[in-house]
């Protein structure tokens, strides 16, 4: 069956690295986007992507970057990490850009930043 | 901007009990409305959908009408369960470009 994975699940760093976090799609979906998590905002789009070599900020991008080199790919980079980006990230796929798509979700990765 | 506005949490019920849950949204245009369903530790999950004023999506016994005139899209449930405890956010997704507004979450807790 087609899936999204993300990897890690846990991660624990220090202020001042940078993060790299992974998400995996075999759903062969042409978007993909990087959500955070945190409590009493919902998900906010960190960066998201319609294609290979397209790559677009979202609403909360500073100290963020990706890259899209394949369809499968969207590694999520923390360029150095801050304990304000102690949060859970997660990584959605979708594949059309009409208003109707559903976005489907991996199972996310808690960050924590020290 | 294009929001969504949920319903306050934590939502303690018990098991039967009829649930609602409600959610408003700004937008332009003619979104499409969502109802998505995260269960402790797991990613969100599509619940229900609905792509267009008085269309109702429903799922395992969920129930939501998109309502153009009063911008809603409120989650029912006649009778709800244990294994409904899980945090609900409703979602909307604009006309170009596949984007998503989440509201904050509502947590729903269901007691025997």
């Known amino acids: 069956d087609a899936e999204i994975t993300q990897s890690p699940r846990h991660k624990i760093t220090e202020t001042g690295r940078q993060v790299t976090l992974a998400c995996h799609q075999t759903?062969?979906?042409?978007?993909m986007f990087w959500y955070r998590q945190d409590l009493g905002h919902g998900l906010r789009l960190i960066h998201y992507?319609?294609?290979?070599?397209?790559?677009n900020k979202g609403e909360v991008s500073d100290g963020y970057s990706v890259s899209r080199s394949n369809t499968e790919d969207l590694p999520l980079t923390l360029e150095s990490a801050a304990s304000s980006q102690t949060s859970v990230y997660f990584c959605?796929?979708?594949?059309?850009?009409?208003?109707?798509?559903?976005?489907?979700f991996g199972p996310g990765t808690r960050l924590t930043v020290l | 901007g294009d929001s969504v506005t949920q319903m306050e949490g934590p939502v303690t019920l018990s098991e039967e009990a009829f649930l609602t849950i409600n959610c408003t949204y700004t937008?332009?245009?003619?979104?499409?409305l969502f109802w998505y369903v995260q269960y402790p530790g797991e990613g969100l999950q599509l619940l229900l959908k609905?792509?267009?004023?008085?269309d109702k999506g429903s799922n395992k016994g969920f129930e939501a009408t998109y309502r153009k005139e009063t911008t809603s899209f409120h989650l029912e449930k006649g009778s709800v369960q244990v294994s409904d405890s899980a945090v609900y956010f409703c979602a909307l997704n604009r006309n170009t470009g596949n984007q998503f507004y989440f509201g904050t979450g509502t947590s729903l807790t269901v007691i025997p």
């Open positions: 992507s319609y294609g290979v070599h397209d790559t």
């Open positions: 759903w062969n979906h042409n978007n």
């Open positions: 959605a796929s979708s594949d059309g850009q009409g208003s109707t798509d559903t976005q489907y």
């Open positions: 937008a332009t245009g003619y979104p499409s």
């Open positions: 609905a792509t267009k004023a008085d």
